[in-house]
């Protein structure tokens, strides 16, 4: 019963430390993203916000706070593998209100723009009142990039996730914590 006190207590020290170093060492968002875009992964989604407004989620996470995220996953070596491979990982997401138009001209221009950079398009959804598409971006050692957007009534997401990518590991770590993608 000890030892399980004591887990318990270095899991909760982690999680205290890994969310501490969010809040106080990550760099405003603008800042980590600027350090992003010399990398061959790196997509630029255009402007949203003029649009939508604010994005109800934006992450933008790069250098140093990804270097703390993958220390903290000592215990879990394939979540490890993972994150050391990756340079960043953004994610925006806007509500659309039903106003898919805007999204939906955003997501046709960065395909195309996709398209033009020699991305590999992996999934295509295309309906009248949704779009999924899901590249990624390859070289002789496996992937550099994976972007995903998705637009739907209710909101428009946009993720870009930069470095080197094993998609067995990503998928080895999401079956460990149980998520499912439908």
Known sequence: MK???L???QSWAGKALVTLAVLVLSAPAA???DALKDLPGYVDFGELQSFYGEPKVMINIGGMLLSF???ATKDDPEATELLNGLKGIRVNVFETGGELAPAMDQLQQVKNLLAGQNWEPIVQVNEDDEQVQIF???DGEGMQGLTVMAVNAEEAVFVNI????????IGEVMEKFDVEID
């Open 3 to 5: 030892t399980w006190g």
């Open 69 to 71: 995220m993958t220390a």
């Open 7 to 9: 887990k318990m207590k």
């Open 162 to 169: 930069l470095g080197q990518i094993d998609p067995e590991k």
């Open 31 to 33: 800042a980590q993203e």
């Open 136 to 138: 990624m971006k390859a």
